[in-house]
């Protein structure tokens, strides 16, 4: 089984501008490279495995570790609306980060598959019972009952599933597009106001280099369980 590593955590921030000026250790790694479609699908089926194996007892820590990072950095901010997932496939838990939101009054939403194909908005977790159904990949999702749906721009901060990341906050997700499309608003904006986009990953999700297509979101940070 893959080990995730066990020092104490850490917020990896890409460079850019401000980058000086936001709190957390520097990042490793430089440069891009092209990856064809060939190379993308491979490289998501290599990083994919890699998630997939971490042991269940290193899992559950890592997601004990990034919650106390995060607290640490003063997010979620008290009061705030944070976007997260309910973990499939390897991803990592975000159990304990919606925990501590929750402690801090936010009110917690999860993605909701829209009837567009590509489409998403984000339902509460704390929906009721009849408010939920199961999408068309079999995952369950607070989408039954309309008003209570919220716009990604609704949102403080979204917590973004990946498969791979680089050191530049470039993202490799499950290659449906779903959160490029959603919070493609941001690259309307000269500065990055809200929602902050961080993902959360274990450290061995790191790659040397993914180039970001037109349509790619990058990351605010990416939050992960080591150094």
């Known amino acids: 089984a893959v080990q995730p590593a066990q020092a104490g955590g850490a917020i990896l921030l890409p460079p850019g501008p401000g ?23 491979a490289l998501r089926r290599e990083y994919r495995a890699r998630r997939r194996a971490v042991p269940a007892n290193a899992r559950a820590a890592a997601a004990e570790r990034a919650a106390r990072v995060l607290a640490a950095a003063g997010l979620p901010k008290p009061s705030t609306r944070v976007a997260a997932y309910l ?19 936010c009110r917690v939403y999860v993605p909701v598959l829209l009837p567009l194909p590509g489409r998403m908005a984000f339902g509460p977790l704390d ?32 917590l973004v599933p990946l498969v791979a990341f680089d050191a530049h906050g470039h993202r ?39 180039e970001a297509a037109e349509w790619d979101r990058p990351l605010w940070g990416v939050l992960t369980e080591a150094r």
């Open 19 to 41: 980058a000086r000026e936001r709190a957390g250790p520097a990042l490793r790694g430089s440069g891009s490279v092209t990856f064809d479609a060939d190379a993308r699908r």
């Open 127 to 158: 929906a009721p019972d009849h408010a939920w159904r199961v999408n068309r990949y079999g995952l369950r999702e607070p989408g039954a009952v309309p008003s209570l749906l919220r716009r990604p721009q609704d949102l403080d901060l979204a």
């Open 87 to 105: 973990p499939a496939d390897g991803e990592f838990d975000p159990a304990p980060v919606l925990a501590l939101a929750r402690a801090r009054g």
């Open 172 to 210: 490799l997700g499950m290659g449906a597009g779903y959160y490029d499309r959603a919070f493609a608003f941001l690259r309307q904006r000269g500065a990055w106001r809200r929602p902050r986009l961080l993902g959360l990953a274990f450290d061995l999700q790191q790659a040397p280099a993914i």
